[in-house]
């Protein structure tokens, strides 16, 4: 069988893949067994998916790992899961400078342990001069936290006179937000059959096509990603217009979001 690697036009690629990592702990339960041994597995499918993508040469790849609402948690789930993160960083270094990729994190960094901050930093400074992908780790992550923090930062800049409150656009507000050095992403993932955003770059994803499948994290490999953006390249991106007027416009006439 020809891989669907093949079919996928390199020249409509999407700069930037964002996924919900969605359905380890259901992996592992229908298995019998815990749930932390889900988030074990789903490390394989991370290691796979973002060589994938390195492969293909996307830009960017955002991978949802924990949001400000999994600190609720049972305990040892979370205790679980900072190990491992922390873990699977010390890890993949290596790697991630051998492939030239940049590691970055959005989120509340404040909520983390000492001991994974001290690490990710560590991990962030060594990677920070790879030019190849950039890799954006959501770690602590939600849109309403993200969006409350450029709120409080445009307060302060007005209040010292760094920000004309008439001067502020749209594109003001994306310089406040954690993602401003990455373009918006125009394909979501989610995995594991849930059909929602779960508090995920709500203001970014205005205008990315969104993509489910059942498939569960631990099993998503290339060919599900490769699926997934054939998916994406079969949709016609409308940004508001009509379909005739995309069919007249050449594709770099297309706005960016
Ligand atoms: C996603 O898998 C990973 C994290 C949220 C950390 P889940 O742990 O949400 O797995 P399900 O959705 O319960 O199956
Ligand atoms: C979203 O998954 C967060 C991550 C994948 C890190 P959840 O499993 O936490 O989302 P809900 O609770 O099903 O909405
Ligand atoms: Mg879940």
């Not at 994974?116 to 890799?135: D, H, P, Q, S």
Request: proline share 4%; charged share 25%; with cysteine.
């Amino acid at each position: 069988m020809d891989s669907l690697k093949e079919k996928i036009d390199l020249n409509r690629l999407p700069r930037h893949i964002a996924i919900i990592m969605d359905g380890n702990g259901r992996w592992a339960q229908e298995q019998g067994q815990d749930r932390l041994y889900g988030h074990y597995h789903g490390v394989d499918s991370v290691r796979n998916i973002v060589e994938g993508c390195a492969e293909l040469g996307i830009g960017y790849l955002t991978l949802y790992a924990f949001s400000t609402e999994n600190w609720d948690r049972p305990e040892y789930e979370v205790t679980g899961l900072m190990e491992l993160l922390v873990d699977t960083i010390r890890k993949e270094v290596e790697t991630l400078n051998k492939n030239d990729i940049r590691l970055h994190v959005i989120g509340d960094m404040n909520m983390l342990p000492d001991y994974a901050r001290t690490e990710l930093n560590e991990a962030l400074e060594i990677t920070a001069g790879n030019r190849g992908m950039n890799l954006i780790m959501a770690l602590s992550y939600s849109s309403r936290w993200e969006l409350a923090e450029a709120a409080k930062q445009i307060a302060r800049d007005v209040r010292d006179g760094r920000l004309d409150p008439e001067a502020i656009t749209q594109d003001t507000l994306q310089q406040y937000l954690c993602t401003r050095p990455f373009p918006d992403p125009e394909l979501m993932i989610r995995t594991s059959g849930e059909h929602r955003i779960s508090n995920f770059l709500l203001y970014q994803l205005a205008y990315a096509e969104l993509y489910f499948t059942n498939t569960r994290w631990p099993d998503f490999r290339k060919e599900n990603l490769y699926e997934a953006i054939l998916d994406y390249q079969s949709r016609e991106r409308r940004f508001g217009k009509t379909s005739a007027q995309i069919q007249q416009d050449t594709p770099s006439h297309h706005p960016t979001f």
